[in-house]
């Protein structure tokens, strides 16, 4: 059974930094073939896509935060990590972890990111 699990998140103040980190379990060897990604949602609003990683090295940012975040993988470990720099009020939200590799789609359960003085 795949399993991933997010942590990370918590406060901070605007310009600060945090590293989202996500384990992937049940996916074994496979895990290099799968495109990951970091979601996040606020309240109100829709679970949007803030950065991706394909298989092949190609990554893909949402415009908010080009420059800012930076994504990463270790195909041994099985882990996802957001680095998230220069982080702002607009940034608070859950954050999730996707994997996917064609009909498969795996979801983790999110970790909160609050940015407030």
């Known amino acids: 059974q795949v399993q991933l699990v997010e942590s990370g998140g918590g406060l901070v103040q605007p310009g600060g930094s945090l590293r989202l980190s996500c384990v992937a379990s049940g996916i074994g060897l496979n895990f290099r073939r799968y495109t990951v990604a970091w979601y996040r949602q606020s309240p109100g609003d829709q679970r949007e896509s803030v950065a991706e990683l394909m298989y092949g090295g190609m990554s893909i940012y949402a415009d908010a935060v080009k420059g800012r975040f930076a994504i990463s993988r270790d195909n041994v470990k099985g882990t996802v990590d957001l680095q998230m720099n220069s982080l702002q009020p607009e940034d608070t939200g859950m954050y999730y972890c996707?994997?996917?590799?064609?009909?498969?789609?795996?979801w983790g359960q999110g970790t909160q990111v609050t940015v407030s003085s």
């Open positions: 996707k994997v996917n590799l064609q009909s498969w789609e795996y």
